[in-house]
């Protein structure tokens, strides 16, 4: 017992010297490694020639210097990736070409200078202004930790390939396979253990890492091979594996470039490649996997001429929700409150709803008054994005081509001239027997009043998605009660049962068809008697336009098969006889408006989580048909008596329940 105690004093007395000393050693490490392993190098090629290294150099022939320069460049691109995919796990909000091209010039910087973390956050910092010194610094902790436990894994795989011809260690190897059982034990159970950076991660995330690791390495790999002679190298899975392992021992040196540690470990493992041959190729490795791409980073980060930024345009988020009822902005701006952003023009009467999605800044819908193009392309170079307007106009689609910018048809948005709604008309034939069918059902519809009743429409939506599959979202709104609260909400139930609703964004100049949600038993005719009653309800408020939103409308062979899975919802909107205006897909490039479609599509049918919601109904809350909720729509208001009254029928039938 005395001598734990003493044992114990001993460590309280040293521990306020523990701090200092994790310091001196961080800040003198690289410098005591280069030291060492430039000492031991210099042990090791003593007896060589040197003229013969020099030889070595000389004699690569140009197309090794182009094989190693294309794979230099390929590894360097990986890189790239790998710091996209280290931005998207931390939420950064940094564009993926942005987040690629800073990963790669930070850490093309940084294994030339040393000290990684240090530079490559200085660097991530100083070309990435949005992101504080921390969140750089935090970055390129991750990025150095995450390559580790990528490298890791790669280097067991590539050692345990590589077999005999390596000149390792046989313990090394059953090592090896017991590391690799290790990481994917830690991997398995990253969801149940707390690991701090690492259960930031998704399966994904880790599987697209270790991608991206396996493509760096491989290349850089391969640009040390292109420098070798012909007859003297080695298969590329022991060349491989040799070089994980010698790159692994310059980032444990934590030398600049691993200098010295590097090349010791080529000597160790490559031992029938002559001394003077492989120290050549590893000198012009240095040259074309170092010094060059250290020079093009240096020089890429001397401030250069800027074009403005762009000032003309100011964004808002959701405090722009109020812009369509107070300025006469689209309605389809309510997208706001589920992660929209407005970039509004100076003068207020102008402007465009935009979200962003993998690495383009997308413009959703017409832009408002005259949007200033060049403007919204300086938006988003400004995130390193590119442009690309989803459902624009046949205006500025014919502005788009005039640019040089590829366009493409993609729908066709239903609009309904409410000064020219008439249910009596001939074009109205289906849908006055669709509203018939639903008087018979006894079907009730009203306009919903606050509070909404949030626990009977959340479970008709289970019901709905339950039978329809996901929900879908990014340019249509998601069930949210946040969302819902702004809109414009009617309810379809029968005796006392809620059965469907519909939502409308709401605007001073038009109103927009969202939400269509209803149960598996609905009765025919109710959605159709929802959306007159949403048709009645913004007229009668002197709203001239109602938009049905879009359906999709592609050209070609190709098109005429996808325009077939909407063919019912158009014959649906088709019954309220709207005007057609085709919506069309804009981008800078051909490449850029199908890389852009195929990342639309996959957000509107696997659209991201939601912000944070509104509260949830009020305790005790019940769904009361009867009650006085309606706020525009008269008390008796009879949808279906107007409609016998515009069509000319004399007689007089049972009533279609006062809405």
């Given at each position: 017992?005395?001598t734990?105690?003493r044992?114990?004093?001993?460590i309280?007395?040293t521990?306020p010297l523990?701090?200092?000393l994790?310091?001196?050693l961080?800040?003198?490490?690289?410098p005591?490694?280069?030291?060492?392993?430039?000492w031991?190098?210099?042990?090791k090629?003593?007896?060589?020639?040197?003229?013969?290294?020099?030889q070595?150099?000389?004699?690569?022939?140009?197309?090794?210097?182009i094989?190693a320069a294309i794979a230099?460049?390929?590894?360097?691109?990986?890189?790239g990736h790998?710091d996209?995919?280290?931005?998207?796990?931390?939420g950064?909000?940094?564009?993926?070409?942005?987040?690629?091209?800073?990963?790669?010039?930070?850490?093309?910087v940084s294994?030339f200078l040393?000290?990684g973390?240090?530079?490559?956050?200085?660097v991530?910092?100083?070309r990435?202004?949005?992101?504080s010194?921390?969140?750089?610094t935090?970055?390129?902790?991750?990025?150095?930790?995450?390559?580790?436990?990528?490298?890791?894994?790669?280097t067991v795989?590539?050692?345990?390939?590589?077999?005999?011809?390596?000149a390792?260690?046989?313990?090394?190897r059953i090592?090896?396979g017991i590391?690799?059982s290790g990481?994917?034990?830690?991997?398995a159970?990253?969801q149940?253990l707390?690991l701090?950076?690492l259960s930031?991660?998704?399966g994904a995330?880790a599987?697209?890492?270790?991608f991206?690791?396996?493509?760096?390495?491989?290349?850089a790999?391969l640009?040390?091979?292109c420098?070798?002679?012909?007859?003297?190298?080695p298969p590329?899975p022991?060349?491989?594996?040799a070089?994980?392992l010698?790159?692994?021992?310059g980032?444990?040196?934590?030398?600049?470039?691993?200098?010295g540690a590097?090349e010791?470990?080529l000597l160790a493992?490559?031992?029938?490649?002559?001394?003077e041959?492989?120290?050549?190729?590893?000198?012009?490795?240095r040259?074309?996997?170092?010094?060059?791409p250290?020079?093009?980073?240096?020089?890429?980060?001397?401030p250069?001429?800027?074009?403005?930024?762009?000032?003309?345009?100011?964004?808002?988020?959701?405090?722009?929700e109020r812009?369509?009822?107070?300025?006469g902005?689209?309605?389809?701006?309510?997208?706001?409150?589920?992660?929209?952003?407005?970039?509004?023009m100076p003068d207020?009467q102008s402007?465009?709803?935009?979200?962003?999605?993998?690495d383009?800044?997308?413009?959703?819908?017409p832009?408002?008054?005259q949007?200033?193009?060049?403007g919204f392309?300086?938006?988003?170079?400004?995130?390193?994005?590119?442009?690309?307007?989803?459902k624009?106009?046949?205006?500025?689609?014919?502005?788009?081509r005039?640019?040089g910018?590829?366009?493409?048809?993609c729908?066709?948005?239903a609009q309904v001239?409410?000064p020219?709604?008439?249910?009596g008309?001939?074009?109205?034939?289906?849908?006055?027997?669709?509203?018939?069918h639903?008087?018979?059902?006894d079907?009730?519809?009203l306009?919903?009043a606050s509070?909404?009743?949030?626990a009977?429409?959340?479970?008709?939506h289970?019901d709905?998605?339950?039978?329809?599959?996901?929900?879908?979202?990014?340019?249509?709104?998601?069930?949210?009660?946040?969302?819902?609260?702004?809109?414009?909400?009617f309810?379809?139930?029968?005796?006392?049962?809620?059965?469907?609703?519909v939502?409308?964004?709401?605007?001073r100049?038009?109103w927009?068809?969202?939400?269509?949600r209803?149960?598996t038993?609905l009765?025919?005719g109710?959605?159709?008697a929802?959306?007159?009653?949403?048709l009645?309800?913004?007229r009668?408020?002197?709203?001239p336009?109602v938009?049905l939103?879009?359906?999709p409308m592609f050209?070609?062979?190709a098109g005429?098969?996808?325009?077939r899975?909407?063919?019912?919802l158009r014959?649906?909107?088709?019954s309220f006889?709207?005007?057609w205006a085709p919506?069309?897909?804009?981008a800078?490039?051909r490449v850029d408006?199908?890389?852009?479609?195929i990342a639309?599509?996959r957000?509107i049918?696997r659209?991201?989580p939601?912000p944070s919601?509104?509260?949830?109904?009020?305790p005790?809350f019940?769904?009361d048909p009867?009650?006085a909720s309606?706020d525009?729509l008269?008390e008796?208001?009879d949808?279906?008596?107007?409609?016998?009254?515009?069509?000319?029928?004399p007689?007089?039938?049972?009533?279609?329940?006062?809405?």
């Amino acid at each position: 017992m005395p001598t734990r105690r003493r044992t114990a004093r001993a460590i309280s007395a040293t521990a306020p010297l523990m701090p200092p000393l994790r310091a001196a050693l961080s800040k003198g490490l690289p410098p005591l490694a280069l030291v060492l392993f430039g000492w031991l190098l210099w042990r090791k090629v003593d007896g060589l020639d040197p003229v013969e290294i020099r030889q070595a150099v000389s004699a690569v022939p140009l197309s090794g210097w182009i094989g190693a320069a294309i794979a230099t460049a390929g590894s360097f691109a990986a890189l790239g990736h790998y710091d996209a995919v280290l931005h998207r796990v931390m939420g950064t909000r940094v564009g993926g070409r942005a987040a690629r091209w800073t990963g790669m010039q930070a850490i093309a910087v940084s294994q030339f200078l040393g000290f990684g973390v240090l530079t490559g956050a200085l660097v991530r910092w100083r070309r990435l202004p949005q992101l504080s010194l921390w969140q750089a610094t935090r970055l390129s902790a991750m990025v150095a930790l995450s390559f580790l436990a990528s490298w890791a894994m790669v280097t067991v795989v590539a050692v345990l390939i590589a077999g005999a011809p390596l000149a390792l260690h046989p313990a090394l190897r059953i090592g090896a396979g017991i590391a690799l059982s290790g990481v994917c034990i830690l991997l398995a159970l990253r969801q149940v253990l707390s690991l701090g950076w690492l259960s930031r991660f998704r399966g994904a995330d880790a599987g697209r890492l270790l991608f991206w690791t396996a493509v760096d390495t491989g290349c850089a790999a391969l640009a040390l091979a292109c420098l070798l002679p012909a007859d003297l190298l080695p298969p590329i899975p022991v060349i491989f594996a040799a070089y994980l392992l010698a790159l692994g021992a310059g980032l444990l040196s934590n030398a600049p470039g691993g200098v010295g540690a590097f090349e010791l470990t080529l000597l160790a493992l490559l031992p029938h490649v002559p001394a003077e041959t492989l120290l050549g190729a590893v000198l012009a490795f240095r040259v074309v996997y170092y010094l060059v791409p250290a020079v093009l980073g240096l020089l890429a980060l001397i401030p250069q001429p800027r074009e403005p930024a762009p000032s003309r345009l100011v964004t808002m988020g959701p405090e722009a929700e109020r812009l369509s009822a107070q300025t006469g902005a689209p309605s389809e701006w309510g997208l706001v409150r589920q992660g929209g952003t407005i970039a509004m023009m100076p003068d207020g009467q102008s402007g465009w709803l935009f979200r962003d999605i993998a690495d383009y800044r997308t413009a959703i819908g017409p832009g408002w008054g005259q949007p200033d193009f060049a403007g919204f392309a300086r938006l988003a170079a400004a995130d390193g994005q590119s442009p690309i307007l989803y459902k624009c106009s046949r205006a500025e689609a014919a502005r788009a081509r005039k640019l040089g910018w590829a366009v493409l048809r993609c729908a066709d948005e239903a609009q309904v001239n409410l000064p020219g709604f008439d249910l009596g008309s001939p074009a109205h034939r289906q849908l006055r027997r669709k509203l018939r069918h639903a008087e018979k059902a006894d079907i009730r519809v009203l306009r919903a009043a606050s509070p909404l009743p949030l626990a009977q429409m959340a479970a008709v939506h289970r019901d709905w998605t339950h039978a329809q599959g996901r929900e879908r979202g990014w340019s249509m709104g998601q069930f949210d009660p946040a969302l819902l609260a702004g809109q414009a909400v009617f309810l379809a139930s029968h005796n006392g049962q809620l059965l469907g609703f519909v939502s409308f964004h709401r605007g001073r100049s038009d109103w927009t068809l969202d939400l269509m949600r209803h149960r598996t038993d609905l009765p025919d005719g109710t959605m159709h008697a929802l959306i007159v009653a949403g048709l009645e309800t913004a007229r009668a408020e002197g709203v001239p336009v109602v938009s049905l939103a879009a359906v999709p409308m592609f050209p070609g062979l190709a098109g005429q098969i996808a325009n077939r899975r909407s063919a019912g919802l158009r014959q649906f909107k088709q019954s309220f006889g709207p005007e057609w205006a085709p919506r069309y897909i804009a981008a800078p490039t051909r490449v850029d408006l199908l890389r852009a479609g195929i990342a639309v599509a996959r957000a509107i049918h696997r659209p991201g989580p939601l912000p944070s919601t509104c509260p949830g109904p009020a305790p005790g809350f019940q769904f009361d048909p009867d009650r006085a909720s309606c706020d525009v729509l008269a008390e008796n208001h009879d949808l279906r008596a107007t409609a016998r009254q515009r069509a000319g029928h004399p007689h007089v039938e049972r009533p279609f329940p006062p809405s």
